[in-house]
């Protein structure tokens, strides 16, 4: 274990993250703890450690780099949470943190639920609620117990705000605060529109591309799955959707090297983006095809249509909305289409962009 500085006052805030979404999610709660002057101190687990899909981020997002990093990646679920929980709770007991913040959905979510309360700290959960109902992913059973552990649920909306009191969560504990991605978005966008190269770079025209990611394994663990996809993406064709885009995620670039198969000519496989890159590259596309949690909702409030390559979604809000719309390789192209002829007016059910506030407005009353 890593840490630098000196030991936190008692009555902090500590605020744990591993992951690339996690990091973008919690710059706005992190940005407004240094503006309130609180307390807080930040601990990284080490589930995401690659200069791309970590660093990168805290450069983008100007953030501090984190107090403590356990350096905890690469194991097996199992064994990654047990030592998450083992190196969190020497950090806890260490600083005494009075709130445990966690967002999310990782092994590092869990992991920080479960040794904030083992360690008696109240355990804060942003963005509480989610279910895609779908017990086969992982994500799915770490979004269940945290919230079950936690004493603040931060639910993005109404929707998630249900879905905790069908699972008999107290009313009192949950609080409909927006998805901070919205307030990620809206610190960003001004910069990102005059600052990204990102178009440039790659001879790309506004509206006239798409972007694809993958990076869920039962979509990039069978080569034979994988390829379907691109396939169905690559082959869609319309004079809006020359080229897309494919920011690759090392764990899909690592499949796609191991079963040698090949990329339709219309893809154009990149290294994953920065931030800043990233959104330049959302915002600007005029469809997102995509398996992430977190780009659903930012395309949704970026009012680009997206279509999930997924048979579920734990953002329903999305499709309820008509930004988004679930689809496997043989409906790629109706899905396709279908969101093609949308107008892009929807609301945005994320919030206004001040969700970090409302959850540091309740934090504070602890501390
Ligand atoms: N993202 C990024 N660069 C990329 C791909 C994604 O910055 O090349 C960002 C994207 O803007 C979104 C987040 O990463 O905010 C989503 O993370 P990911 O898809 O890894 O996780 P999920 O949201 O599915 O948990």
Not at 65 to 88: F, R, T, V
Not at 167 to 182: L, M, P, Q
Not at 285 to 298: L, W
Request: aromatic share 4%; glycine share 8%; proline share 6%.
């Amino acid at each position: 274990m890593r840490h630098h500085h000196m030991k936190t006052t008692r009555g902090s805030i500590a605020i744990v993250l591993g992951t690339r979404p996690e990091i973008i999610k919690c710059a706005p709660i992190i940005d407004e703890c240094r503006r309130r002057a609180l307390p807080f101190f930040v601990v990284h687990t080490g589930q995401h450690y690659t200069a791309e899909l970590d660093a990168v981020f805290f450069r983008d997002l100007h953030l501090d780099l984190p107090k403590y990093n356990l350096g905890i990646g690469s194991l097996p679920a199992g064994k990654m949470i047990g030592a998450m929980i083992s190196g969190l709770s020497d950090v806890f007991a260490r600083e005494n943190p009075r709130v445990v913040l966690v967002e999310g959905d990782t092994n590092s979510v869990l992991a920080g639920a479960v040794a904030g309360h083992a360690s008696g700290s109240l355990v804060g959960h942003v963005e509480a609620g989610l279910r895609s109902f779908d017990r086969a992913m992982p994500e799915e059973i770490n979004r269940i117990m945290t919230d079950s552990v936690s004493d603040m649920l931060f639910a993005p909306t109404k929707e998630a705000r249900v879905n905790l009191i069908h699972e008999g969560i107290h009313r009192k504990k949950i609080i409909v605060v927006g998805n901070s991605i919205a307030d990620v978005v809206r610190r960003a966008k001004g910069i990102v529109d005059t600052h990204s190269p990102i178009l440039v770079q790659y001879g790309l025209v506004r509206r006239r591309y798409a972007v694809l990611t993958l990076h869920r394994p039962s979509n990039v663990d069978d080569p034979l799955r994988l390829m379907s996809l691109m396939r169905a993406v690559g082959h869609v064709s319309s004079p809006e959707m020359k080229r897309i885009i494919f920011p690759m995620h090392p764990r899909t670039h690592a499949c796609l090297k191991r079963s040698g198969i090949s990329v339709p000519p219309a893809v154009t496989c990149i290294d994953p983006l920065g931030y800043l890159d990233f959104l330049a590259l959302a915002s600007n596309a005029r469809i997102i095809y995509t398996d992430s949690g977190g780009i659903q909702e930012e395309a949704c409030v970026l009012r680009v249509p997206c279509v999930t390559l997924r048979d579920s979604t734990e953002r329903p809000e999305t499709i309820a909305v008509g930004a988004n719309i679930l689809a496997r390789p043989a409906t790629v192209s109706r899905a396709t289409r279908h969101m093609l002829a949308r107008r892009r007016v929807w609301k945005n059910p994320f919030g206004d962009g001040h969700t970090a506030e409302r959850i540091l407005d309740v934090v504070s009353t602890y501390l």
